[in-house]
């Protein structure tokens, strides 16, 4: 079986009302603004899952054992482009803004939302705006921090 590569293969979306987010609708991403165009290449942050250890060993073990505790994310957030001229992302994703981040990877970015597609859906929070310090040869750019604020849907189908 080939690899899939990643270029031009991960659609995100900022989507503001999702009723199931196990199984999104067309409709519900379609209403989202999407950001991948507008993200660095670099700037989908921290959407790694952390699972905690919880120690379950006995005071005559002699073998430390463990099982899965909570599961976290952090340092989760996105580094966009700064546009010129009006620039809507900017404008929205202000602090406090609910909403979801919804990403789908591994099919071409331009393919419209489509019924079984997998994606991954986080309820989130932005946090305050961090412009990056200028430097050398590259675009303007600003940091948002996302806290998720429930448990996501890493394994989501679209309706």
Do not use: H
């Amino acid at each position: 079986m080939p690899d899939i590569t990643a270029d031009g293969k991960t659609r995100v979306a900022w989507v503001p009302s999702i009723s199931n987010i196990n199984a999104p609708t067309t409709t519900e991403l379609n209403a989202g603004m999407l950001l991948q165009s507008t993200l660095t290449a670099d700037g989908l942050v921290g959407l790694r899952p952390e699972t905690a250890d919880v120690d379950t060993s006995a005071l005559d073990s002699t073998f430390s054992t463990t099982v899965n505790g909570r599961t976290s994310f952090s340092g989760t957030m996105l580094r966009l482009k700064k546009q010129s001229g009006t620039d809507t992302i900017f404008d929205t994703l202000v602090r406090d803004a609910a909403g979801y981040l919804v990403v789908r990877r591994s099919v071409t970015a331009s393919t419209a939302w489509a019924s079984a597609q997998k994606v991954e859906v986080y309820p989130a929070l932005c946090g305050e705006v961090a412009r990056v310090d200028p430097e050398p040869n590259t675009v303007e750019r600003y940091e948002i921090p996302l806290k998720i604020t429930s448990s996501p849907s890493l394994r989501a189908a679209v309706a």
